[in-house]
Structures are given as C-alpha cells and as structure tokens.
C-alpha cells in the first residue's frame, strides 16, 4: 500500500514577482495487487489539505487519482478503468467543499470538466495518458546517462501539427525506501521544447487576438521527471512541469512573462494494517 501526496501549482511570473494563480494539494491511499490480466491498481480515501485559486484547472490536473480501479498489463499498459461513474461523484464532492473559497471558480466550468468526465474514453484516454507518464514511457529507458534525443509531433484541437525536440535521459541513480528497506532506484528526465517554427502556430492556437495586442510567445517547454524502483518500477516520485515563456510590447518596453504549471506526487509505501 501507498499514501500518495499530490500537489498542483499554477504560477505566473515576470521575473521580479510571482503570482500563484492555483494551487491544490491532496493525499490519496494507492494499493497494488495482482490481477489475472495483470495488475489491479486502487485509488480511494481522497483528502484535500490546501487549496486556492482555479480549482476547476486544478482538480482537471489531478483527475486519474479520483478513478478507483485501473486494470494494467504486465507490460505497464492500462488495459480499463472500472467504476468511472464514482468519479464524477468524489470530484463533486471535494468541489463543494473548495467552492465555498471566495476565490474559487464559478460551478459552470466545473460542470465542463464533469461533462469530459461522464465519456468513459475521454477519461481512459486520459488516465493512459497520465501512467505513461509515470510508468510506461519509461520501461524501455536504458539505465545509462546517454541523453537519447528524438523529433515528436503533436496534433492540436484543430489538426495542426506542432513539432518538438525531445530528450531523454537517466539523470540519477538514488536510494529510495519501501517497508524501511533501501531499493535501487533511477531517476529519468524528459525534456520537450517546441521548435521555433512551431511557435507561431501554438500563438495562434492558444490566442489569436494577444497576437495583435503585441504579445508573442517565445518557449515552450515539458519537463517529466520520474524516481522508478529499477527491479519492479514502482513510482516513488514524478513531477510534471509546463512553461509557456511570452513577451508583451509595453509602453515601447518588452515585458518576460514566464506561466508555469507543475504537478508532483510522491509515494510513501507502507505496510497494510
């Protein structure tokens, strides 16, 4: 068994001060159990410890950790999701709770993440996701520091491709502690950057108007970076950032605004009661 932390951080900033634009953090209990397709992994007790800001983007971040059953093969792949109509109840809930912050967002873009939530596929896609990232990706990774580098391409809403540069790597080789005993671990590090030329087509995507009002959008980056048990893979922690790096003409001045957004979950594995 597993006490999960998660936490979600949106910040902005301009180099001199930082804005947190949301923040929200919880812990789960994660139970890992064999399946006869493979693995049988549990997600329930769900509790919020802080939280501020846009809850909708938050929670939206945290969404497979609300999912109570997730089958997956022995090759780290999800196979299903079960039970996906408790998940729209639990999040529910939680928001009830958060949406008396007087800084929390109107129950209306709530009610858009719920509709994305009752589409079986749409949360499948996203849970599959979110377990590459934190298992999948990684399984074929070689335990070397030789950066491996590669072209990725992205689809947008509207079917324009976005290409990227990527490079992947173990960075580190640390201890980590499972039931007080010290396993060997690996640490693996992805780092996404959109290529220039696709820059203009993300800006005009994400903001058609900013364009004209003098904004430009000068880097993108992803940046995943895991702590794997080598023997079994086992998580023991994953943090997901995305920069968005802009300029604004103002006042015949450039203006660096840096929009950060990072989720981290760590893994304290216990023995059951």
Known sequence: MALVETEYVREVSDGTATQQLAVLRMTHRMRVSPHPEGLLVQFDNQKAIAAGGDMTD?????????VPRIIVSPDG????????????????????QLAKSPSAQS?????????????GAGLRSIVQDDWDHLVGK????PLDSAPLESAAVSTLLNGIAVRSTVRQQMIDRPSCVR????????TFESRSNIEPESLAVLQNYLSPVASDAGVRITGSEKIDRVTLEIGTMLPHEAILSRTLESTTELSGRTVSTQNLQRRTVRFTYVKEQ
């Open 107 to 119: 129950p209306s873009a709530l009610k858009e993440l719920l509709t994305i939530m009752a589409s």
């Open 77 to 96: 792949h999800v196979l299903r999701i079960e039970q996906t109509e408790r998940v729209q109840e639990l999040v529910g809930q939680m928001y009830e």
């Open 179 to 186: 039931d007080v005993a010290t396993i060997e671990c690996a």
């Open 138 to 141: 990684w399984i074929a990774l």
């Open 58 to 66: 938050a929670l939206g971040a945290l969404l497979p950790w609300w």
